[in-house]
């Protein structure tokens, strides 16, 4: 599949479009509403909501890995939802969680984005983080999204230098904008170290389905695929299946070298160095509605650990 520079431009500039709320680009931002105490002031409970479980390797392991930091860092009780749906029981849910005393909620599913907004304007006082893109940050509400298109163009250096044949697999759950940038990004990437590297994708239609997922895996490395990539929410199968058949394998989203280390190359995942220091102002009574945007510059994305196929020389290239 033949990628050009001019369509991954295209799709980033339409990215680009949708981080445009209150705040500009890094932690910069501007006020929200005048209230007596700003939002989150104090704060000694935070709110993590997730969409799947805390054990998946992919991005709610990440994601539950926020709060493990933020409990770190600020010294701050954190509790965590696990499995929440994105509907509107999910208000009740934060509802329930602010009368435990959680001044700050951070939302990390594109679905809750109404949920959280919703319940925002009923609770002032309480500082929102929502995950993912929008242009609706305002007041209470503030956004972060760590660009994915420099970790993800790495990622497909290692690909490149570890592949012999120059044919890769990318396991995509859909063909939607963070996913086209993905797998842009990373054939741009491979084809940087080994100009004749082409990405062969397969799209699930789902973004958590295990069974669609190694079967997907499998079709590419029977092809001839000797690295596999993925897009999707729980990467543990498709990194145990090429564990079993030794091919050099890419996760989503989280560190899970732990699984596979002699396969394992690295993955795209969030920083929250950039977000923690954030709500450490705000717990300090300093809120300011941002967006939050941006990669390694902004401490919002970064590259995993890498594993024993990647060598010192091919740091060096990074």
Same mark, same amino acid.
């Given at each position: 599949?033949?990628?050009?520079?001019?369509?991954?431009?295209?799709?980033?500039?339409?990215?680009?479009?949708?981080?445009?709320?209150?705040?500009?680009?890094?932690?910069?931002?501007?006020?929200?509403?005048?209230?007596?105490?700003?939002?989150?002031?104090?704060?000694?409970?935070?709110?993590?909501?997730?969409?799947?479980?805390?054990?998946?390797?992919?991005?709610?392991?990440?994601?539950?890995?926020?709060?493990?930091?933020?409990?770190?860092?600020?010294?701050?009780?954190?509790?965590?939802?696990? /499995?929440?749906?994105?509907?509107?029981?999910?208000?009740?849910?934060?509802?329930?969680?602010?009368?435990?005393?959680?001044?700050?909620?951070?939302?990390?599913?594109?679905?809750?984005?109404?949920?959280?907004?919703?319940?925002?304007?009923?609770?002032?006082?309480?500082?929102?983080?929502?995950?993912?893109?929008?242009?609706?940050?305002?007041?209470?509400? /503030?956004?972060?999204?760590?660009?994915?298109?420099?970790?993800?163009?790495?990622?497909?250096?290692?690909?490149?230098?570890?592949?012999?044949?120059?044919?890769?697999?990318?396991?995509?759950?859909?063909?939607?904008?963070?996913?086209?940038?993905?797998?842009?990004?990373?054939?741009?990437?491979?084809?940087?170290?080994?100009?004749?590297?082409?990405?062969?994708?397969?799209?699930?239609?789902?973004?958590?389905?295990?069974?669609?997922?190694?079967?997907?895996?499998?079709?590419?490395?029977?092809?001839?695929?000797?690295?596999? /990539?993925?897009?999707?929410?729980?990467?543990?199968?498709?990194?145990?299946?090429?564990?079993?058949?030794?091919?050099?394998?890419?996760?989503?989203?989280?560190?899970?070298?732990?699984?596979?280390?002699?396969?394992?190359?690295?993955?795209?995942?969030?920083?929250?160095?950039?977000?923690?220091?954030?709500?450490?102002?705000?717990?300090?009574?300093?809120?300011?509605?941002?967006?939050?945007?941006?990669?390694?510059?902004?401490?919002? /994305?970064?590259?995993?650990?890498?594993?024993?196929?990647?060598?010192?020389?091919?740091?060096?290239?990074?």
């Amino acid at each position: 599949m033949k990628k050009n520079i001019r369509k991954v431009l295209a799709l980033l500039g339409a990215l680009a479009v949708l981080l445009g709320g209150c705040g500009s680009a890094g932690n910069a931002g501007q006020a929200g509403s005048e209230t007596n105490e700003k939002p989150g002031a104090g704060a000694k409970k935070i709110a993590v909501l997730l969409g799947g479980v805390k054990d998946d390797y992919g991005y709610n392991y990440r994601c539950y890995q926020l709060g493990e930091e933020l409990k770190e860092k600020l010294g701050v009780e954190v509790i965590t939802k696990e /499995s929440v749906a994105d509907t509107s029981d999910a208000e009740g849910i934060i509802e329930e969680l602010i009368n435990q005393g959680c001044k700050i909620v951070i939302a990390t599913q594109f679905g809750f984005l109404d949920a959280a907004m919703n319940v925002a304007k009923r609770h002032a006082d309480v500082a929102f983080y929502y995950l993912g893109n929008t242009d609706q940050a305002h007041d209470n509400f /503030s956004v972060s999204v760590g660009q994915q298109w420099d970790p993800w163009y790495l990622c497909g250096m290692l690909a490149g230098m570890n592949s012999k044949t120059g044919k890769l697999g990318f396991v995509a759950s859909m063909p939607v904008p963070d996913v086209m940038i993905a797998i842009n990004s990373f054939e741009l990437g491979a084809q940087s170290m080994n100009s004749d590297a082409e990405t062969n994708v397969v799209f699930t239609g789902s973004w958590d389905d295990s069974g669609l997922a190694t079967t997907s895996a499998t079709q590419l490395i029977t092809s001839g695929c000797d690295v596999i /990539s993925q897009f999707q929410d729980t990467p543990k199968p498709i990194i145990d299946l090429c564990a079993k058949e030794n091919i050099p394998v890419f996760g989503c989203n989280a560190d899970a070298r732990e699984l596979a280390p002699q396969v394992w190359l690295s993955a795209m995942c969030a920083d929250w160095d950039g977000l923690i220091e954030e709500i450490g102002r705000t717990i300090d009574g300093q809120y300011e509605c941002v967006t939050m945007q941006g990669s390694f510059d902004t401490k919002l /994305s970064k590259i995993a650990e890498t594993g024993d196929l990647v060598t010192d020389d091919m740091l060096g290239h990074l």
